[in-house]
């Protein structure tokens, strides 16, 4: 097994990316991205997260993350991941609005029927990519990244407008989710 991509140093500040199954457009509906950013919140509040940088794409997310003392990084992304997947599921079969139900679930239901480790459904995929920041400049690099991203797929233009992403934080101090800020 690779190690390239792996949590190695537990102070370390991660870039982190992880996509749903064949890269699905689920996050195209407010209700999901809610689930998302209120999952990451309750990670940050009892799990030892600690966020400096996010975005919420379509079909995948990036962060840039820590865990705390005596938290592991590995084990709260795959808390996240549980959860999100969970509850965004439940929230697609029970969503009479979802005019997608029947493909989204089909999706997952496949995904999962290959995947022994799922009992019925795998929304995320396996991979989580984690890149360690080892300097400022990485730090900065990877923050720039996650905030362009709606800019480069033409969502807004300029990364302060999209809301599910910490540009808004850095720009006016207001956002989704609490960051711990990285100044310079």
Known sequence: ???????????????????????????TRVLYKEIFAESVRHCQRHKGLELFGWCLMTNHAHLLVRAKEGHRLNDIIRDLKKYTSTQIIKSIEENPQESRKEWLLSMFRNAGAHNP??????????????????????????????????????????PEHYIYSSAINYADGQGLLEIERIDG
């Open 117 to 158: 480790n799922n009992k019925k459904y795998q929304f995320w995929r396996q991979d989580n990519h984690p890149i360690e920041c080892y300097s400022a400049q990485v730090v900065h690099q990877k923050l720039n990244y996650i905030h362009n991203n709606p800019v480069k797929e033409g969502v807004v233009e300029f």
């Open 1 to 27: 097994m690779s190690t390239q991509y792996k949590f190695h140093d537990p102070e370390g500040i991660y870039f982190v990316s992880f996509a749903t199954v064949g890269w699905t457009d689920v996050f």
